[in-house]
């Protein structure tokens, strides 16, 4: 293949569509020598067929607010590959919602999910429906509806979604109730459930555990620790909160966190006890991270920006996607960063990853990074089938050895002549190899 003739094409068959192609582009180019190797892919177009989603479900979600007005929103389902397994990937409820989102979302999921081990294909889904502002009420009258559509798409051997930005332990069991409802069966088709039906313990922790396991996998390859070490967090929601958890137990200062509307800075560190009640203010109150700054007044909060600005060892962007620009990335490096491990999915632009791998830190990216939230639910998965659960020790074991895993690989895929780990390089490598080869094996369908 030529990877700028597969994008361009691209480009011209699915226009619009920026953050899809940004996506496809890193993939493409970081695989093209290692594709290339097999001429047999060529022969059957392996490329686009891995490029382009299985099939895409959009769908009009119709739900009444509290005034009893009748409100509509757009639902979607991109089931993008499910050579490995049945698709498996969120759903995101956000104002910014749109195809080309979830498109380059299910993309990634199918090399992430491929990476872990667990037998997962890769799919993402959503809707431009904000939860912020919105009662539990109209919430739940919204999860119900956009419920009544995708269950005809999905099942527990078929697709099964999870949570992403704007869609946690509430939404996923609002959408499980109407599931079973619709249904009558009572499988295991969502992850993240609650506890108390199906859900896995550490499925919260995942994806922040998962990451800071893979930092510190990095750091060991540079004899280095977690230990005494500053962080910026971005964001302040599932991924953020369980970031900013196990950085502290492994003895990390915590520096800041953020939302939507800015960051706030605490040069005392984020402890225990501030965390708690960040996480009380976020998941229960549903405030904002301002409101910080009233209880702990040392603190500073800045309006309108993102926390890249600040010094510290290590960023770990646990926010959204293209959160840190060519121009943060810089900053960041200039103030001595060593290590930028991506909770969110790439969260880092084309231009910022430049930056740091030519400034030659360790630098992982998402689909690496943050596949231990997707992991968990794979062993959710897994205990649903057997009808048992596992302690927390079990799947905590379980997910380190899975970051480990990755880590290896990425190792094994992307180390460069001069000993340099191109994270990135080896996570495409390594997560396309395997996919590539269940394709293969099952022929042109
Ligand atoms: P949450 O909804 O729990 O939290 C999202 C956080 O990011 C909030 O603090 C939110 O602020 C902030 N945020 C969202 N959108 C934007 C934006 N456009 N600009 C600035 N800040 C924003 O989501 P998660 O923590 O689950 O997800 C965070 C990231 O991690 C996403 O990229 C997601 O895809 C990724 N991820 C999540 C996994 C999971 O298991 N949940 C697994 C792997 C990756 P506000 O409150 O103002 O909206
Ligand atoms: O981006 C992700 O990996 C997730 N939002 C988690 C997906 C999942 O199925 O647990």
């Known amino acids: 293949m030529n990877a700028q003739k597969v994008l361009e094409d691209l480009k011209r068959r699915f226009p619009n569509e920026p953050e899809y192609h940004q996506a496809v582009e890193e993939v493409l180019f970081t695989i093209e020598e290692e594709y290339n190797k097999h001429p047999e892919f060529d022969r059957v177009n392996l490329i686009e067929r891995l490029c382009i989603p299985d099939r895409i479900y959009t769908f009009r979600v119709t739900w009444m607010d509290d005034n009893g007005k009748i409100q509509t929103n757009t639902g979607y389902r991109v089931q993008h590959n499910n050579v490995i397994g049945p698709y498996k990937g969120g759903i995101r409820f956000h104002s910014s919602v749109n195809l080309g989102i979830l498109k380059f979302l299910a993309f990634e999921q199918t090399f992430k999910n491929s990476l872990t081990t667990l037998p997962m294909g890769g799919a993402k889904g959503g809707s431009d429906f904000s939860p912020r502002g919105k009662s539990s009420a109209e919430v739940m ?25 704007g869609v946690g332990g509430r939404e996923v069991g609002y959408m499980f109730g109407m ?39 990095m750091l060991k390859t540079k004899g280095d620790s977690v230990e005494g070490k500053t962080v910026l967090i971005s964001g302040s929601g599932n991924v953020a909160q369980y970031t900013a958890e196990k950085v502290l137990q492994l003895g990390g200062k915590v520096l800041t966190m953020s939302d939507s509307d800015g960051y706030i ?75 930028v491990s991506e909770g969110a999915n790439m969260p880092s632009t084309p ?93 042109v369908v």
Not at 396 to 418: F, K, P, Q, W
């Open 141 to 165: 009258r919204f999860c119900q509806s956009f419920m009544l559509e995708l269950a005809r798409n999905i099942g527990p051997d078929t697709d099964v979604p999870a949570g992403d930005i």
């Open 179 to 217: 599931y079973k409802k619709l249904t009558r069966e009572f499988s295991g088709v969502l992850t993240g459930k609650g506890i108390e039906f199906g859900g896995s313990l550490i499925r919260p922790e995942a994806t922040g555990y998962g990451n800071v396991y893979f930092l510190q996998e």
């Open 265 to 339: 800075y605490d040069p005392d560190g984020i402890d225990r006890a501030k965390l708690d009640y960040i996480m009380e203010l976020k998941n229960i109150y549903r405030g904002r991270i301002r409101e910080y700054v009233d209880v702990y007044p040392t603190a500073k909060y800045v309006a309108g920006q993102k926390p890249w600005g600040e010094k510290a060892d290590i960023a770990l962007p646990s926010a959204t996607q293209n959160e840190i620009s060519e121009e943060a990335a810089q900053t960041l490096v200039q103030n001595g960063v060593i290590a």
């Open 351 to 443: 231009g910022a990853i430049r930056v740091f791998q030519q400034a030659k830190i360790l630098y992982a990216p998402g689909k690496a990074a943050n596949a231990g939230g997707v992991s968990v639910s794979g062993l959710e998965m897994s205990q649903n089938s057997e009808r048992l659960s596992w302690t927390a020790e079990e799947v905590d074991n379980r997910l380190h050895a899975i970051m480990e895993n990755i880590h290896a690989n990425c190792v094994r895929y992307g180390t460069e002549s001069d000993g340099y780990v191109n994270y990135v390089k080896g996570a495409n490598v390594a997560g396309f190899m395997k996919v590539a080869k269940a394709m293969m094996a099952q022929g």
